[in-house]
Every structure is written in C-alpha cells, then in structure tokens.
C-alpha cells in the first residue's frame, strides 16, 4: 500500500515538473515545431533532445529562445 502511494506522488510531481519545464521552453516551441523531429509529440523531452538543433540554428529562432537556450547550458 505504501508503495502503491509512493508511485502515485512520484508521478504527480514528475507531471508538475514535466509542466513546468514546458513552460520554461515555451519560447523554444514553435522553432521546435518547425526545426525538430515531432514524431513523439511536443513534449517537455521532445523539446529537451531537440536542444541542440535549435542551439546549431540559433539564426533562426527568436531572441527569447535563445535565452532559454543560454538558461539551460544548450548555447
């Protein structure tokens, strides 16, 4: 039983902190849209792995997620 509870509040906060990292990148998403693979959806991981990407093009997106690339060590 305790078990089973802890899963259930791990998983709550993963999906808190999966939220909030997508947030975070919001910037990043619509160069992501267009600059990265979307096979698995936009996600706050789809998003993280398509870091690179974005940092080698950075010419072609915004100002604001080239910031959020620089936050997280990506540039």
Do not use: N
């Amino acid at each position: 039983m305790a078990a089973a509870l802890a899963c259930v509040a791990s998983a709550a906060a993963a999906e808190q902190f999966d939220r909030q990292k997508m947030l975070e990148m919001l910037p990043c998403r619509s160069a992501a849209i267009r600059l990265c693979d979307r096979s698995q959806g936009v996600t706050a991981a789809a998003l993280w792995r398509c870091g690179a990407t974005l940092a080698e093009r950075q010419h072609e997106v915004s100002q604001r997620c080239v910031a959020v690339l620089k936050r997280y060590g990506q540039l």
